[in-house]
């Protein structure tokens, strides 16, 4: 059929990013399509959860991305690397990549919006599993961990790689764990970067307001960088408080400082 040593332009992986091209519809789109759809079809969707995947014919899949999300489990579950023998917008035909092993699946595009419906399948594999898992990339454990990642910046490397052996059988290196783990992370500080970019804007609007009103950030360049700068701290005294404290008896509240979790685990004070 194929030999195994093919490169790694077969893999499943690459076609992550192909959502756009395919013409992906929103939720409620896809939720009107459904309806259109027969009751056997829409009895077949496949609905994501934690138990394996298992493949049928006539298993319907609401679009593009789901269903390769879909191949992609079923592929780390089952411990094989995909080969691609077609993988167009109306059909997706797909096999094991191991040598003489006869599972293959193939897909095609419904007359319902963007919904697959499983056409043929062989489901049985005479291949030896391989214990790297290589469907088990970065980007699939980006997506299954980023939520618990989001929101524990501290787990630990050691737990993720036990949990994608429990759940997977999958023997993952601690780099991919760490290259995923990273990845998670910078995506998340590029949020909290383009929220800090908000600060001179907030500081903006309250001086347009209220002209006599303070607000002052203070910002510091990195060594080297001549145009990009860093926010160091805010301060901001509203003119109503400050008269109230100074001409009247309006009391002064401090506050003292706290503990910042997330992204950037510091001290605000
Ligand atoms: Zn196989």
Not at 49 to 60: K, N, R, T, Y
Request: aromatic share 12%; charged share 25%; net charge positive.
């Amino acid at each position: 059929m194929h030999s195994d040593d093919s490169d790694g332009d077969c893999m499943l992986s690459d076609c992550e990013s192909d959502d756009n091209e395919f013409g992906e519809e929103s939720d409620e789109e896809s939720d009107r399509v459904l309806v259109k759809m027969d009751y056997v079809m829409r009895e077949n969707i496949y609905m994501p959860s934690d138990v394996p995947i298992q493949f049928f014919i006539g298993q319907c899949f609401r679009n593009f991305r789901q269903l390769t999300w879909a191949i992609k489990t079923y592929a780390v579950e089952n411990k094989f690397k995909v080969y691609k023998y077609k993988f167009e917008k109306s059909r997706v035909t797909v096999g094991c990549n191991y040598f003489r092993c006869p599972w293959f699946l193939h897909v095609a595009k419904t007359r319902f919006g963007q919904t697959f419906i499983v056409r043929r399948l062989h489901n049985v594999h005479t291949c030896q599993r391989d214990l790297k898992n290589l469907e088990c990339t970065a980007e699939f454990i980006v997506a299954k961990f980023a939520a618990t990642i989001i929101e524990h910046p501290d787990t630990n490397v050691e737990w993720i790689q036990s949990e994608l052996r429990r759940m997977y059988g999958a023997k993952i290196h601690k780099y991919k764990i760490y290259r995923a783990k990273k990845k998670v992370l910078q995506r998340q500080g590029a949020d909290y970067e383009s929220s800090y970019k908000l600060i001179i804007n907030y500081a903006q609007s309250i001086l347009t307001k209220m002209p006599q009103a303070l607000a002052l950030v203070k910002v510091f360049r990195m060594h080297g960088q001549q145009t990009e700068t860093h926010f160091d701290n805010i301060v901001i005294s509203f003119i109503a408080l400050r008269d109230g404290f100074n001409q009247g008896c309006r009391p002064f509240i401090g506050i003292d400082g706290c503990h910042l979790k997330g992204v950037r685990v510091q001290f605000m004070h």
